[in-house]
RNA sequence: GCCGGGGUGGCCGAGCGGCCUAAGGCGACGGGCUUGAGACCCGUUGCCCCGUUAGGGGCGCGCGGGUUCGAAUCCCGCCCCCGGCGCCA
């Protein structure tokens, strides 16, 4: 019998699942309530089923009625249970609704390992590169650092690099961020040549690398149900990064990790035929309604961007280690793309509600003095699976639990192109293509190959 | 979008108001037989509730309502699939 894992430890020990719910910083008396309609909704049905039980037995009797007086009697026997049985039946619908509406809300146990507390909280665990680093930024950056206790090697720079939102429309002149906030709004974009090239090459390389090591590639829908949606995302979610198709049941997916984890809904795995592993590639969709003023200059945080995305369902047992594998791949694109990058083990107070851990991979900015989320790989646990019914049976005993997912960003194709020509910019506003990228912009006579060269103001863009 | 035909358990497929407690088959799982495999035989094979166990009960035939003492079966709405027509990148 398959349970959940939160209603599993709501039934078994409430206080532990408190402690969970703390973790994360939410209100801990949304697990009173949810014992609270778990037990009536229990006993309600046990009433119910009590009552039925009756009701069939005099319904089953009256076809076998001996007189028309005996069946007479059966029947106003029956209409009167089946009056009781009305009311309890409300009683438990309005009961279920809520029950139903709380155990949603919810959110994921935290895995042990996963530092308490609030974004602040968040630890990194891992350096890779060399970034480099302009004599300005020198104080901040070591103490992105060095305050973890690390020891990062860095190449001084004594001129300060543009940042990627200037390099697109006054050095590159390769985006127009203002006439898309004209016609579509702010966080929109225009993109032109060499940089829709070079979004279509980290595409195109993040597919290659991941069907090599045996995902399979997938094109997935860009717009799902409601009640497949609800089983993705939290409310949180809906409320501040999904669009809703007006006069329609459809909501465009935010990532393909929503489409990816429905590819399965409502249906039972096989154990021997997990992990099933998926990499899938769509635009995504993001109202970024709780964002602010946050990042509005350029194309770091936008409400439409291409993206290839890691996901995979697991048997509980191996979830761990396939999280180490997704993000895994990502630090070995990000190093051949050359990018300088740690890994940031996300504190509880800043997972989402279906996350149990999250790694963030976060690019050194040399314009921003900053390490920037490039990737996010989220191990979701059973969360996501309770919730579209996606269930493993074992075959050993035949025994169903619930699989896990996990999903991972490969590349997130303007993020990366804004670490992009951060890093790779020279002093004279050329940014040089990274190596890995080349291969996939060779076959086209008109895409760069080894450079982004400035362009003269004369033009807008040919 | 219109007209017609359909959606039954993991799969195929019967049933078309109460002997449905959903036949039968396939597959899967457990056991028997076997040196092993196959064949063969027996059992199990949806969800939920109560119960320590043994077991008991409820629900379930695409989804949601309705009619009825009783619905897979009748009625209404929706979704999806197949065929034809129309439209279309």
Redesign the pocket.
Known sequence: ???WSVLALLRENPEELKGHVAKRLMDTSIVDLAYQLDVE???L??E???L??K??????S??KASSEGERRL??EE??GL?KVIEEREARL?DVEAKRFEVLNSLPNLVEDDVPVGDENASVPVEFWGVPRVWSGYLEQFRDQVERYGFKVEYELIDWKPRGHADMLEEVLMLGDTVKAGEVAGSRFYYLFDDLVWLDFALLLYAIDKLTSKGYTLVLPPYMLRYKVMRGVVDLGAFRDAIYKVEGEDLYLIATSEHSLAALYYGE?I?DDELPIKLAGISPCFRKEAGAGSRDLKGIFRVHQFHKVEQFVFSKPEDSRKMLEEIIGNAKEMFQELGLPYRIVNIASGDLGAPAAKKYDLEVWMPAQGKYREMVSASNCTDWQSYRLGI?M?R????T?EYVHTLNSTAIASTRTITAILENYQEPDGTVVIPKALRKYLEPFEKAPKEYVKPRTPTSKHE
Do not use: D, F
């Open positions: 019998m398959a349970v909704w229990r006993r049905q046990t119910i089923n009590e039925r039980h009701h069939n037995l005099i319904t089953r009256v076809a059966l029947l029956a209409k089946l619908a039972e096989y269930r049976i075959r050993k005993g035949m169903r």
